[in-house]
Nanobody
């Protein structure tokens, strides 16, 4: 069982920045793919970014604005979000994936005002 605890969400004006953090329990964090997903009201959950070892992947809508990183010593994955837009408003979820095992965090609300 892996538990994920997210933090760092909040209300920010357009153009501002936030950094999300997700701490994972367990001892095999470094072998997992960690990701951030988001879900806006009335929309499907979508991948924002993920990271496996040193390789990263981003949704086109956030490229150049968001940066995903991980600290394996702290079992933590981060999402630095810059130049935020109102359309980035959503609940952001942390995801842990390894093989057929997958876990989700409880989500953290990000609201960007115009």
């Amino acid at each position: 069982q892996v538990q994920l605890v997210e933090s760092g969400g909040g209300l920010v004006q357009a153009g501002g920045s936030l950094r999300l953090s997700c701490v994972a329990s367990g001892s095999i964090f470094s072998l997992s793919t960690m990701g951030w997903y988001r879900q806006a009201p009335g929309k499907q959950r979508e991948l924002v970014a993920n990271i496996r070892y040193g390789y990263t992947n981003y949704a086109d809508s956030v490229k150049g604005r968001f940066t995903i990183s991980r600290d394996n010593a702290k079992n933590t994955v981060y999402l630095q979000m810059n130049s935020l837009k109102p359309e980035d408003t959503a609940i952001y979820y942390c995801n842990w994936l390894m093989g057929s095992q997958e876990y989700w965090g409880q989500g953290t609300q990000v609201t960007v005002s115009s």
